[in-house]
């Protein structure tokens, strides 16, 4: 897979990614992945079947699963290689647990982090977040997989500079390395 074929890191050390967002043409996100078609973002499940339709196979859906979609997440995790969806509470972990995916598959999971945009996810600061990151990484593995951490910097929308959304980035970034080295 596209993770896969990373280099090892040292031990101990992390890994940053950076996916690109996909609202944009099918020939935007292949000339942003290099032609891989692998490791986008999508906004909403809608893309994810575009881009799908067009060869794309490594797709973060990026916004915890809703109850009422869990069936056409599930339909494009058992279709792609990887479909990769967010989880920001115990209850969407719980929906995935009770579930399962058919043939051997996994849910592929990302622990959706709320550095400051009041949209979804779990404050990096809240109690329950580590807890709930070590009951997806240690809970059935599976069954769920956690990949990784995801943050997303939608509070940049407003801002009127590139100071301000340097800031943000940089708030952004500790918040989520704090959370990770704890």
Do not use: M
């Amino acid at each position: 897979t596209f993770r896969e074929s990373l280099p090892a890191p040292p031990r101990n050390s992390l890994i940053l990614l950076l996916l690109p967002q996909s609202a944009i043409p099918r020939e935007g996100a292949e000339l942003a992945t290099g032609g891989t078609r692998r490791g986008i973002v999508v906004s909403t499940l809608a893309e994810a079947r575009f881009f799908a339709a067009g060869g794309f196979d490594d797709i973060l859906y990026a916004f915890p699963v809703p109850r009422w979609r869990l069936a056409e997440c599930s339909e494009l995790a058992q279709r792609l290689q990887e479909f990769q969806v967010l989880l920001d509470s115990p209850q969407g972990l719980e929906l995935l647990l009770q579930n399962a995916l058919p043939n051997g598959k996994r849910w592929l999971v990302w622990l959706k982090l709320d550095c400051g945009n009041g949209r979804a996810g779990i404050r990096p600061t809240d109690p329950g977040a580590l807890a709930l990151a070590r009951a997806i990484a240690q809970g059935s593995p599976q069954l769920v997989t956690l990949v990784g951490v995801y943050a997303h910097c939608g509070n940049t929308y407003g801002c009127r500079d590139i100071p301000a959304i340097q800031a943000i980035a940089r708030d952004t970034t500790a918040a989520v390395l704090e959370f990770v080295t704890a």
